[in-house]
């Protein structure tokens, strides 16, 4: 993906350069000095949520939000290991809060841990599962548009919630279709 992402930048600039060369210049000057703005503002933003993050965590919150999990989504994932069980259920509370980018190392712990324990099922599961993750508090996106002057960010968070719980039951209802195909050819 970054070699076709370089390659289309290439032929852009390339492009620019013969077509107006004063326009490419200033155009590229612009560009990188609003991805360094938004780098900013987000980074800013994103050390908040980690904040509360952390203070969720230390009062334990996110502990009994993973306990009231745990049989759910061992059952849904067919689990029987507890230190898998407490990764599944961290990164099951983490997505629920809208902190992806905490949730996706446990994610990918998990997945490890189950594929050894030949659990195939559940780590290819929880891959779907956390990519359509549904958020209860959206905050990458409630970030997102902060940074950018939304005067009214925290509005996103229903439609945001409707979205991400459709998008996973989608998500499921087409991993256990694909999944009966696959082992109905097997057969």
């Not at 759910?72 to 509370?93: G, R």
């Amino acid at each position: 993906m970054n070699a076709i992402f370089l390659l289309f930048c290439t032929f852009s600039l390339i492009f620019c350069i013969f077509k107006s060369p004063e326009t490419a210049l200033s155009a590229m000057l612009e560009g990188a000095n609003k991805s360094i703005l938004l780098i900013f503002s987000l980074a800013s933003v994103y050390i908040v949520w980690m904040g509360v993050y952390n203070l969720l965590e230390k009062s334990n919150v996110t502990s009994k939000l993973a306990l009231g999990l745990k049989k759910p989504i061992n059952k849904l994932l067919k689990n029987k290991n507890d230190q898998i069980s407490k990764l599944l259920c961290m990164n099951f509370a983490c997505n629920l809060l809208g902190l992806g980018g905490i949730a996706t190392p446990l994610g990918i712990n998990a997945c490890y841990k189950m594929q050894e324990d030949n659990n195939f099922f559940g780590a290819e599961l929880l891959v779907v599962i956390s990519a359509t993750s549904i958020q209860i508090l959206p905050t990458s996106v409630i970030s997102i548009a902060v940074s950018l002057g939304s005067k009214n960010a925290y509005s996103l968070i229903f439609p945001c919630f409707l979205c991400t719980v459709f998008s996973t039951l989608f998500g499921v209802v087409l991993f256990y279709i694909f999944k009966s195909k696959r082992l109905k050819n097997k057969k």
